[in-house]
């Protein structure tokens, strides 16, 4: 088992900046993908972003691209996510995931979920 435990989130105005933090604990010997989704008042869970094990590859959604960054630190079984120019739209729950296998541009593997932090983006 691997529990999640995102921090971070809160309110902020458009074109500012937020990063989110996520701690794993558990079992984080095994080399998981790390990843971000949010979910959006009365939408879908939507993939925003992934990492490999070793941080060497990473993904994103279309709709953040060149505004989001993902990376992790192993030694502190972190993985951050760093959101500039946030946009009103960007709006929406927050999860850290873990997963295992390759990942794409819309979606990867999960098999364990975080609870979630909440991101407002103000205009």
């Known amino acids: 088992q691997v529990q999640l435990v995102e921090s971070g989130g809160g309110l902020v105005q458009t074109g500012g900046s937020l990063r989110l933090s996520c701690a794993a604990s558990?079992?984080?010997?095994?080399?998981?993908?790390m990843g971000w989704f949010r979910q959006a008042p009365g939408k879908e869970r939507e993939f925003v972003a992934a990492?490999?094990?070793?941080?060497?590859?990473?993904t994103y959604t279309d709709s953040v691209k060149g505004r989001f960054t993902i990376s992790r630190a192993n030694a502190k079984n972190t993985v951050y996510l760093q959101m500039n120019s946030l946009k009103p739209e960007d709006t929406a729950v927050y999860s850290c995931?873990?997963?295992?296998?390759?990942?794409?541009?819309?979606?990867?593997?999960?098999?364990?979920w975080g609870q979630g932090t909440q991101v407002t983006v103000s205009s």
């Open positions: 558990g079992r984080t010997s095994i080399s998981y993908t």
């Open positions: 995931a873990a997963g295992f296998g390759p990942f794409t541009t819309t979606s990867m593997s999960v098999a364990y």
């Open positions: 990492v490999s094990w070793a941080g060497t590859s990473t």
